[in-house]
């Protein structure tokens, strides 16, 4: 399961800290939203639910996207390896 | 009451490449436990430290540290005449072997304390021995090579996998890709700093710090990790926050508990994407950004003149994550006057004590 390392600061404004590394980044609604799910610990299947609740957006999108985001976010070392 | 104390402290150069000695004295005004008069050292007339009066009380002029120890002992006896001073803090690399060298003449003859690594620990973690260093340590370090002429730059090829760090002795480290950028590096910091010329390997990774305070004994007394987050042309932290980096912690902990380092220090590493820890430098004083501790909650220089005292002092165990520092430059605007006096006297300062004080 994806996991977010529990360190990893996100405000209401959508800025993440990394504390173990210094990195900060800036999301939009989207990105803030997912990575609150994910620090929650919701799965793939409740973040997909919830996302497309919440925005415009298909199924098929939302995979392609979220792959890629999660990508992103396993580069910048925010993820837990397991 | 606070206890009164008065500290003598080098490192005034507040430039664009900082000394310690302005955020030492600032942590030192932000003691709970004393009232200092902070007396100044000065090696140049335009140290900025100089003119900051709310920072330092007065300064007095010093030899360079190639004068030798008997004259630097002449000038610190005729300040301490004057001043009576409890604690003294110096704060440049160059400057430590005559101070470590007159530590303990200067307690006995004169009653100033201070709180410095001794002479083996100050030599065994030099540039030049660090990757034996890192061997007795269990430390890794990346593998280093001394180098005196030109002539022994072909040969680097030989034990080296381009691009590599070229170092100066005390200061000054630049990243070559080829033989001719190696050469360049070469008669630019030996022309600045002298011979040796440390040639390092290069570790690809991010740049990570780490302050650190030693009891001597084998305690740490409190550490702060730091991530630069800008860096100037010279390699200096222009801002940077603190780290939640368990494993920078517990390196900077195996290494003073290894060697009992007694003082401040600064651990410099580069950490890879595998998460490992190369040691690149020891710096065997507190670092220009020790102010960063200040503010996560652990004044290190306030424990350091503590311990220098023969008090005992209780180990930090936690800081602030997340605090930034970044620097500022600042114009400040001094009468020609002020200039004439530390020019002509090697003295200046708004509170001129007398010796009967």
């Known amino acids: 399961m994806i996991s977010l390392k529990k360190n990893i600061a996100i405000s209401e404004s959508g800025f993440v800290f990394n504390p173990t590394t210094g990195d900060s980044f800036s999301l939009n609604s989207v990105g803030t939203d997912i990575l609150k799910l994910l620090k929650d610990g919701k799965n793939e299947k409740e973040v997909k639910t919830t996302v497309i609740d919440r925005y415009d957006v298909d199924g098929e999108t939302f995979d392609k996207d979220y792959y890629d985001f999660l990508k992103m976010l396993g580069q910048y070392k925010l993820l837990d390896a397991s | ?357």
């Open chain 2, 1 to 357: 009451m606070k206890k009164q104390l008065t500290i003598a402290i080098t490192g005034l150069n507040n430039i664009d490449s900082p000394g310690p000695g302005i955020p030492v004295i600032r942590a030192l005004r932000d003691s709970t436990e004393f009232d200092v008069r902070i007396i100044g050292l000065s090696y140049e007339t335009l140290e900025p430290g100089i003119y900051m009066h709310e920072m330092v009380d007065y300064v007095y002029q010093i030899p360079f540290p190639k004068s030798g120890t008997d004259v630097i002992f002449g000038h610190i006896s005729y300040i301490n005449s004057v001043e009576n001073i409890d604690v003294l803090i110096p704060n440049f690399d160059a400057e430590l072997y005559n101070f470590i060298k007159l530590s303990g003449r200067m307690e006995k003859e004169l009653g100033i304390k201070t709180f410095l690594p001794t002479m083996e620990q100050f030599e065994a973690r030099h540039k030049v021995n660090l990757e034996e260093y890192g061997e007795k340590h269990g430390l890794l370090v990346p593998k280093s090579k001394m180098i005196f002429s030109t002539a022994e730059i072909p040969k680097l090829a030989q034990d080296f996998t381009y691009p590599i760090v070229v170092k100066g002795q005390f200061y000054d480290a630049h990243i070559a890709y080829n033989q001719e950028q190696v050469a360049t590096y070469f008669n630019k910091i030996a022309a600045k700093w002298g011979l040796p010329i440390v040639i390092q390997q290069f570790v690809y990774g991010t740049e990570v710090n780490i302050v650190a305070l030693g009891d001597g004994e084998g305690n740490m007394i409190g550490a702060v990790p730091m991530r630069k987050q800008y860096i100037t042309d010279k390699g200096k932290a222009w801002a940077g926050v603190s780290l939640d980096d368990e494993g920078l912690i517990k390196q900077a902990k195996s290494m003073i508990g290894s060697s009992k380092w007694r003082g401040g220090m600064e651990l410099e590493y580069i950490k890879t994407s595998d998460d490992e820890y190369y040691l690149i430098e020891i710096n065997p004083r507190f670092p220009a950004w020790v102010y960063l501790a200040v503010g996560c909650g652990q004044n290190l220089p306030e424990a350091l003149v503590k311990m220098a005292l023969g008090e005992k002092v209780e180990a930090y165990d936690s800081y602030e994550i997340g605090k930034m520092f970044i620097r500022y430059s600042w114009d400040m605007i001094v009468d020609m006057k002020e200039f004439e006096e530390i020019s002509t006297t090697g003295e200046l300062g708004p509170k001129k004590r007398t010796p009967v004080d």
